[in-house]
């Protein structure tokens, strides 16, 4: 016989579970960055090689470690260094992005990336880029994998 302390038990252990897998749920949706950013334009992988083909100045926004290991070849590193959250309403006086290193000329036109859509260092650079003035912004989402699944050159 079942005791009415075993069956509060057991639907405690439910309710346990089930705020966990929504927590869960909720932490891997909210990891992966947005579809849009106002004031820049979102490439895919093509795009983003006919950009950098014509000359657009490319931003690698990953760690130094990273674009030493493999980068799209021509990019330049500019590391954002993020401590903010994962978030579109993050705070970027936590982060630190060195915007001096960006073409001086703010008509210059400017792609970012980093390691794809769970990677929000590229965002961020993209949208402190916007913020600093920078006219034409590319953000490629997707980033290096869909770069190197596409077979486009890396160094």
């Given at each position: ?135 034409t912004v590319y953000w490629f989402r997707l980033g290096i994998p869909e770069w190197k699944a596409k077979g486009y050159p890396i160094e």
């Amino acid at each position: 016989m079942i005791t009415g302390s075993q069956i509060s038990f057991r639907v405690l252990c439910i309710s346990l579970v089930s705020a966990a897998t929504l927590l869960f749920s909720n932490v891997s949706f909210a990891a992966n960055t947005p579809n849009s950013l106002k004031g820049a334009t979102l490439v895919d992988a093509a795009k983003a090689k006919s950009l950098v083909d014509s000359g657009v100045v490319l931003i690698d926004a990953r760690v130094a470690n990273e674009y030493a290991d493999a980068h799209i070849k021509g990019a330049i590193s500019v590391p954002y260094k993020e401590k903010s959250a994962k978030s579109e309403d993050y705070d970027a006086s936590q982060d630190s992005f060195d915007l001096s290193k960006l073409p001086a000329d703010k008509s210059t036109p400017i792609l970012f990336y980093c390691n794809g859509e769970e990677c929000w260092k590229g965002y961020k650079a993209s949208k402190a880029a916007v913020k600093a003035g920078y006219k034409t912004v590319y953000w490629f989402r997707l980033g290096i994998p869909e770069w190197k699944a596409k077979g486009y050159p890396i160094e």
